[in-house]
């Protein structure tokens, strides 16, 4: 680990002067070869933020222990470099990084950017840039640039925040847009009016922020959010979009809390004409007050939303949400089922995540069985194996299945206990000639 003392550029501020930063080695390697080629490097985004908050006392900060795994791989290391008076280009800093580490890289050329996989984790680089967006909504295009300007780009002052780093180890907080006193004052502010226009994300991302960090939409930010959602800029964004941003609302410990503001400020229904009932928000709170997040809770969200078969969602992802929307008709054959193979047959199709999150939104008999399923009947196997069944003189092929399933409902009915009784009921099944 490499300590970085914190100094202040421009006017100090007391209450952030003494923070000390621990990089993972692969980063100060980084930081001394760009300040080799007389090029600049910072650490930007969130992680700036969350540094300064837990400094301040104001938030615990994340686990900064990059192998340790308290860093998840959403909030890896994010460094920006200037490397415009060097000669050199991202592309071959990545190269050099990787040479003398045994990572991998990818560059995207379009946003100038690229990340370094490597055992320990993830480093995200990105030149520091100017960007310029041909109409609302449309993916930005970029072009080399300061700090200034890439700080400037940003969305919030409180993730318009750098630390620029040098080759001696030392350090500087770049707070241009006055993100340190937006943190002091726990403030969600824009940086320019056009910003929720330029990336209606913003909006959800807005929320998002204000709501995990306890902070206030500024009230300027918040007229501009309500004017940009009433002149219809969410609708749009793209499909893919949208669900990236909810996927990032699902990891959110406060995920109920969000959704409410993101609803209250009709911000879905922007986006797809989506305005959930009650009963959406009721089962949302059993489901987060019983820990899900995440996959998840994303997968029970694509069930109520009014998504098209061709959003980009993962074919898992498909089949979970499907099942979660056709279950009240298969609950009640649930119902009247009497038996546990019955029960096996009617679950066995459902897909894990749909079946784990049916299980904390039913009651009573159902749940019961799903648990039960969950619990028990997934796992249970005959003790007779195909192979057994081919050495007792069965062929393989269609018979052989159809004697093999009737063991396992044998089985999970319990008729069968052990090989023996396995072994006598082959032999009945035989003689009828399943
Ligand atoms: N950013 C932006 N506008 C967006 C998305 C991102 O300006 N629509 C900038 C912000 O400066 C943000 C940084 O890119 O801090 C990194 O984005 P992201 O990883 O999404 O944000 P973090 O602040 O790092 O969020 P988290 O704490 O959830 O990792």
Redesign the pocket.
Same mark, same amino acid.
């Given at each position: 680990m490499n300590r970085f003392a914190l100094l202040t550029r421009g006017r100090p501020n007391q209450d952030f002067t003494c923070l000390d930063l621990e990089l993972p080695a692969e980063c100060a390697l980084l930081v001394r070869v760009v300040s080799d080629w007389g090029g600049r490097v910072f650490l930007?985004?969130? %992680?700036? @933020? +969350?540094w300064l908050l837990a400094r301040s006392g104001l938030v615990p900060n @994340?686990d900064s222990n990059w192998a340790g795994g308290g860093r998840d791989a959403?909030?890896d290391w +994010?460094i920006a470099v200037d490397l415009r008076k060097t000669g050199k280009t991202l592309v071959q800093l990545m190269r050099e990084i990787c040479r003398q580490t045994g990572g991998r890289y990818v560059f995207y050329q379009r946003f100038l950017t690229g990340t370094i996989t490597l055992p320990a984790g993830r480093i +995200?680089i990105s030149h520091t840039r100017a960007e310029s967006y041909p109409g609302p909504a449309v993916l930005p295009k970029v072009q080399a640039a300061g700090i200034e300007e890439d %700080?400037g *780009?940003? +969305?919030?002052t409180v993730?318009?925040l750098a630390i620029e780093m040098n080759a001696q180890g030392q350090s500087r907080v770049v707070d241009l847009y006055g993100g340190q006193k937006d943190l002091q004052a726990r403030l969600i502010r824009i940086i320019h009016p056009g910003?929720f226009i330029d990336?209606p994300?913003?909006i959800f *991302?807005c929320i @998002?922020?204000a709501v995990?960090l306890g902070f206030e939409i500024e009230s300027g930010t918040a007229y501009l959010l309500r004017t940009a959602v009433k002149d219809g800029y969410p609708a749009l964004l793209t499909p893919e979009r949208v669900l990236y941003e909810l996927r990032?609302i699902c990891?959110e410990t406060e995920v109920l809390k969000v959704l409410e503001a993101v609803v209250k400020e009709s911000v879905l229904k922007g986006c797809w004409q989506w305005q959930p009932s009650q009963d959406f928000f009721t089962e949302l709170k059993v489901l987060t007050q019983a820990g899900i997040r995440g996959e998840l809770l994303f997968i029970y969200l694509l069930s109520r939303l009014p998504i098209a078969p061709n959003y980009p969602v993962t074919r898992e992802e498909q089949r979970a949400q499907q099942a979660l929307r056709d279950f009240p008709l298969l609950a009640g054959r649930l119902r009247r089922a009497r038996r546990r193979s019955t029960f096996y047959r009617l679950l066995k199709p459902l897909p894990l995540p749909a079946l784990k999150i049916l299980t904390v939104l039913t009651e009573g008999l159902i749940k019961n069985r799903l648990e039960l399923f969950l619990r028990e009947l997934k796992d249970i196997k005959p003790e007779l194996s195909s192979q057994d069944l081919i050495e007792s003189g069965i062929k393989p092929g269609p018979q052989l299945g159809r004697i093999l399933e009737q063991l396992l409902y044998a089985r999970l009915d319990r008729r069968v206990k052990n090989r023996d009784s396995e072994l006598r009921l082959v032999r009945r099944l035989r003689r009828k000639d399943v």
């Open positions: 930007v985004g969130g %992680l700036v @933020r +969350d @994340r959403k909030s +994010d +995200d %700080l *780009r940003r +969305d919030f993730n318009a910003s990336d994300t913003r *991302r @998002r922020f995990r990032c990891n």
